[in-house]
């Protein structure tokens, strides 16, 4: 009985992290890109966010996205995601752009952030790749809210496919935003490892973009000391396929602390699957390492942690079961 209550529990609590917002307006911001604007049903106060908050989206498919929220955080009358309208992508972004109408109502999570400003910087470099601007974007209006000193460097392939023109044109007039575009000329062009080259004490540097961006801004600031570089994927990088050796090539035993079910992981199963298949729900949202929603701590075992948002600490005690996999023959999880 205790079992089914907690489950209970469990789907209360999921369903009271969501809630229903309409499409206020949909805009075009640039190329392939759109802003959509969500207001509470009832006119009232939408929940707080912070500066590098994301939400979920529930679209009409079943499919779950997570998009970063770019307006102010002080407001509290709307919320305001930019989708990139990818083709090559798992389709989550075609669905926003294809299925979504101004006056819809949609299912979305509260904001939650896993990349927030640090209290205590005293100058902040934010780094934009591409559509990586928006949880920038929101940072740069927070940094200017509370008077910190920042400058937010803003890549693009072209002036066409950069977003928030004329929203960022005060911040570009005044030296706070520079624009860096492929297509421009060599002068105009970021360099990373300039810019980064000497930490200086009291900055942080933020950065968010695809891929290739990513790995160039990790190798720049690579020098930086622990704790002043922060960052954000918008998109798991491409991992190479491995198959499962050594102790756990026949799978893991799962204990669950609460009850003491053992539930078998196997060899080409995730956690997340083999929890389902015994009746254990657990949220997922990206399954992909990115949002941490299916984040959970571990009392004994050793996992091989493939997310792409916990940090080392968090490691020592959490794992995704999206993605995590299993390095011991068992594993204690805190359920």
């Given at each position: 009985m205790d079992t089914v209550l907690e489950r209970e529990e469990a789907v209360e609590d999921i369903e009271a992290a969501t809630l229903d917002v309409r499409v206020k307006q949909i805009r075009y911001e640039g190329k392939g890109i759109n802003s959509y604007e969500l207001t509470s049903l009832n006119g009232k106060a939408l929940p707080r966010f912070e500066a590098g908050s994301h939400i979920d989206i529930h679209l009409k498919n079943g499919a779950i996205r997570q998009?970063?929220?770019?307006?102010?955080?002080?407001e509290r009358n709307r919320y305001v995601i930019a989708v990139l309208k990818d083709e090559n992508g798992r389709g989550g972004s075609r669905a926003v752009h294809e299925s979504i109408s101004a006056g819809d109502i949609v299912t979305i999570s509260k904001p939650r952030?896993?990349?927030?400003?640090a209290e205590d910087a005293k100058q902040v470099i934010l780094i934009a790749g591409g559509i990586g601007v928006t949880p920038l974007k929101a940072m740069a209006h927070e940094l200017e809210e509370r008077g910190v000193d920042f400058v937010m460097h803003y890549c693009a392939r072209s002036a066409e496919a950069a977003a928030f023109g004329p929203e960022l044109e005060r911040m570009q007039r005044t030296g706070q935003l520079r624009y860096h575009f492929d297509d421009?000329?060599?002068?105009?062009?970021?360099?990373?490892?300039?810019?980064?080259?000497?930490?200086?004490?009291?900055?942080?540097?933020?950065?968010?973009g695809p891929g290739g961006f990513m790995a160039a801004c990790a190798d720049a600031a690579s020098h930086w000391p622990k704790g002043t570089v922060h960052f954000?994927?918008?998109?798991?990088?491409?991992?190479?396929?491995?198959?499962?050796t050594g102790t756990v090539q026949d799978g893991c035993d799962v204990t669950i602390a609460s009850?003491?079910?053992?539930?078998?992981?196997?060899?080409?199963?995730?956690?997340?699957?083999?929890?389902?298949?015994?009746?254990?729900?657990?949220?997922t949202s990206c399954c992909a390492g990115l949002c941490a929603t299916c984040k959970v701590r571990y009392l004994e075992g050793e996992v091989e942690h493939n997310d792409f948002i916990?940090?080392?600490?968090?490691?020592?005690?959490?794992?995704?079961?999206?993605?995590?996999?299993?390095?011991?023959?068992?594993?204690?999880?805190?359920?």
């Open positions: 998009y970063s929220l770019c307006n102010p955080p002080a952030n896993h990349f927030e400003l421009g000329e060599g002068a105009n062009q970021l360099d990373l490892r300039a810019l980064l080259s000497k930490p200086t004490p009291g900055t942080h540097v933020y950065y968010c954000e994927h918008f998109k798991a990088p491409e991992q190479p396929k491995r198959e499962p009850t003491g079910l053992v539930v078998h992981v196997g060899p080409n199963q995730n956690f997340s699957e083999a929890l389902s298949e015994a009746g254990i729900e657990v949220p916990l940090d080392d600490d968090d490691r020592k005690e959490f794992l995704t079961i999206c993605v995590s996999r299993p390095v011991s023959k068992t594993l204690v999880l805190d359920l």
